[in-house]
């Protein structure tokens, strides 16, 4: 199997711009799909594939990824974005998926 | 509207065993891959299990192998995670989670059962 890398804690100030990361060596070859969990609330899909919003997710979010690091972006961060972020993806067998340790952001 | 629903949890013992099950409705289940994913308290999500749309494939996490099993009945539109010898460890709120395209993203989530092991 194979890891998924994330800073444990970001903070933005209101309105600007933040960017999360998740590195591991499975992003070389799979996609990276991102979900955003409040407290006590089950987890929110926001990006997958190449960078894809479902329905109902702002478009202040945005996908990217590059080598072995796939990234979250957040354009003009708001109080409700507020909360933990983490990176799945395949493991190297293809067959599996992991998460990444998660991200929280603080919105200051 | 598209929705799932675990049931099952509980506190059970180390060793014991219990089943659970994620009622799906509003899309056709029996088109859809299907996870289960795991978070326990305090902690990040973890995957646990993954079966095809006809249930010809099945795959597990490290963790769980040899002691889960997952499967589903396209005709009761339910997914269920068998989960034997159960261990302290195995703690934690279990999500139902539909698979949007092959191990491409978790589109639709329940609210998650949550299973203690303590003796």
């Known amino acids: 199997s194979s890891e998924l890398t994330q800073d444990p804690a970001v903070s933005v100030a209101l309105g600007q711009t933040v960017r999360i990361t998740c590195q591991g060596d499975?992003?070389?070859?799979?996609?990276t799909s991102w979900y955003q969990q409040k407290p006590g609330q089950a987890p929110v899909l926001v990006i997958y594939?190449?960078?894809n919003r479902p329905s109902g997710i702002p478009d202040r979010f945005s996908g990217s990824s590059s080598g072995d690091t796939a990234s979250l972006t957040i354009t003009g961060a708001q109080a409700e974005d507020e909360a933990d972020y983490y990176c799945?993806?395949?493991?190297?067998?293809?067959?599996?998926?992991?998460f990444g340790g998660g991200t929280k952001l603080t919105v200051l | 509207q598209v929705q799932v629903v675990e049931s099952g949890g509980g506190v059970v013992q180390p060793g014991r065993s219990l089943r659970l099950s994620c009622a799906a409705s509003?899309?056709?289940?029996?088109?859809?891959?299907m996870h289960w994913v795991r978070q326990a308290p305090g902690k990040g999500l973890e995957w646990v299990a993954v079966?095809?749309?006809?249930?010809?494939?099945?795959y597990y996490a490290d963790s769980v192998r040899g002691r889960f099993t997952i499967s589903r009945d396209n005709f009761k539109n339910t997914l269920y995670l068998q989960m034997n010898s159960l261990r302290a460890e195995d703690t934690a709120v279990y999500y139902c989670?539909?698979?949007?395209?092959?191990?491409?993203?978790?589109?639709?989530w329940g609210q998650g059962t949550m299973v203690t092991v303590s003796s």
């Open positions: 594939g190449r960078n």
């Open positions: 079966i095809s749309y006809d249930g010809g494939n099945k």
């Open positions: 509003g899309f056709t289940f029996s088109t859809y891959a």
């Open positions: 499975s992003l070389r070859t799979y996609y």
């Open positions: 799945n993806s395949r493991d190297s067998s293809g067959n599996h998926l992991v």
């Open positions: 989670a539909r698979d949007r395209q092959w191990l491409l993203a978790f589109d639709i």
